[in-house]
């Protein structure tokens, strides 16, 4: 065992190690570093999900800490083997700049990048996770199959169909594939289909091969309180230490027309409140640290009351969502139980004319009342997010951030005098990426240099304003995610190009015959075709497009109630 392993797998609470005999041989793999990786919720449901099943092991694995070279050996935590020795080989991937490293983590194992020249005999290499079911097309030519969807649903029958064809039939691999793109919803073979581009460089065709179906499903779970989805493993090094993590919910009802989440997700479903008791009764055992996980935790009915029914246990809870317009006294009380030092408020827009075109759903008295109560509670530090560079925005919107972070700060002084405690407010400003399946898709991203004009205006409106930090992120690594996210299939030739140049970024955009900007500073045709049109999450693009419409006419849309209307087609009762 590794020195690093070691010292990750001795301090771990919760591994799964199972006896290989007669089992189906699974490394799953987090395409980044193991605390990225033992921090995401998701990734462990997965690991959790597969060792539930009988005839399957799931071991995990991760990027190397250190940078190893090409073919050496990655093995897992659970024993040690090399990855290569798995039959499958499953990335687990929430967001898209980890695409590059699946080729990373590919090429230091010693496996062919490509999928079409590996071998029979090498591991079978599949991907899920949300980055996935966005848009797989940038990293197509890699896997074997993507699982698009939701794992409760998805791995349990495509284990049964791997055991069944591969290790009993004998079966090949592409026969394999083939069986389970025609007969497993959910199943994207990237083999099975043929892009063609018009001579502008625009996608024409998405070609299904083999009778494969033209459009992929996504599977969801109907009901979440059939299963638990939480913690696996408890490590302390995580960027949560040992925090015993509880998803409350999947998708939102406010519908902000740049986040993803709150689409492909609908129709938003919340567990019950018994559930959940399980769940954090469960985490009690193991710690004191409880931490609820959602796209809007705020949004769970009866989130007070479970809060309250705790909150006199010695523990502490926090939160990974909260609105502005619904911090109630039971959230405020839990906070200031659990010591938390530092709360997040997302405005992401300074005027209320850009937080109307952004479909936020929430005012300047809100956020101003939220800020307040806050540092009233004894929470001394404030973290703000914002964006830039959203469709339809304006300098004079940008100054607006700068003015209401100048409001803020008075209401904070003034509640923080008060206390006899003056803390922190930290700016993050971050430049929009426009998403797949979001009414924003159309929309083109701001070019850096006007990206870099914005973060200007913003330092220097607030340059003279006390403890105050602004932090942003790089607008040439948003550009970076912006290629990825919105990229098709050519993009497997610059993903090489970067492994090849150990990396380097603007190298390998330099000698690139492909120029990238295509995919990030166009804004999109109304009836254009797009990579990632062949998934079917149920939600209509003309719903979409209306969204995009609205925007442009600062209109807001009413907050999605299940059943409440028929526009974006994936509502129960419409289905």
Known sequence: MTKISKKYAESETGAVRKDWRGRTRIALVY????????????????????????????????????????????????????????????????????????????NIAGLPMLAKKRRPDHPLIIAGGVACFLNPEPVALFIDCFLLGEAEV??????????????????GKTSFLLDI?????????????????????????????????????????????SVSTCSAVLTPHTSFKKTFLIETGRGCTHGCRFCSAGYIYRPPRYRTVSALQKSIKEGLELTDRIGFVGAAVSDLPEIGALCSEFKNDNIRISFSSLRADALTEDFLSVLKQSRVKTATIAPDAGSQRMRDVINKGITEEDILKTAERLVAKGIPNLKLYFMIGLPHETFEDIEEIAKLCKKIKDVFLKSSRIRGRIGRIT???????????????????????????????IRAELKKTANLRINVESPRRAYIQAIISRGDRRMAEILLKVVENRGNWPKTLKESQFNPDFFVYRERHNKELFPWDFIDHGIKKSFLRNEYNLAEKNRTSPPCRVGSCSLCGVCPVLM
Not at 46 to 62: D, K, Q, S, T
Not at 87 to 96: M, Q
Not at 191 to 205: I, Q
Not at 429 to 441: C, E, G, L, S, Y
Request: proline share 8%; net charge neutral; hydrophobic share 40%.
């Open 154 to 171: 998805l791995l349990p029958d495509f284990c049964d169909f791997f055991d069944r064809l591969i290790l009993r039939s004998n079966e």
């Open 181 to 225: 793109a025609k007969n497993l919803p959910g199943v994207y073979v990237p083999a099975l289909y043929r892009p063609f581009y018009n001579n502008d460089g625009t996608f024409k065709l998405f070609e299904p091969l083999c009778e494969a179906p033209s459009k992929v499903k996504k599977v969801f779970l109907q009901d979440l309180s």
């Open 31 to 106: 395409p980044n570093q193991y605390r990225v990786g033992m921090s995401n919720l998701g990734f462990q449901t997965v690991y959790r999900l597969l060792n539930n099943i009988e005839h399957v092991v799931c071991e995990r694995a991760f990027l190397p800490d250190n940078g190893k070279s090409a073919g050496s050996r990655i093995v897992t935590i659970e024993s040690q083997r090399p990855v290569t020795d798995f039959d499958i080989i499953a990335f687990s991937v929430s967001f898209e700049s980890d695409f590059l490293n699946i080729l990373s983590f590919l």
């Open 427 to 457: 700016l993050s400003i971050n430049p929009f990426v426009p998403k797949p399946f979001t009414p924003f898709q159309w929309a083109a991203m701001d070019e850096e240099r006007i990206i870099k004009k914005k973060i200007n205006i």
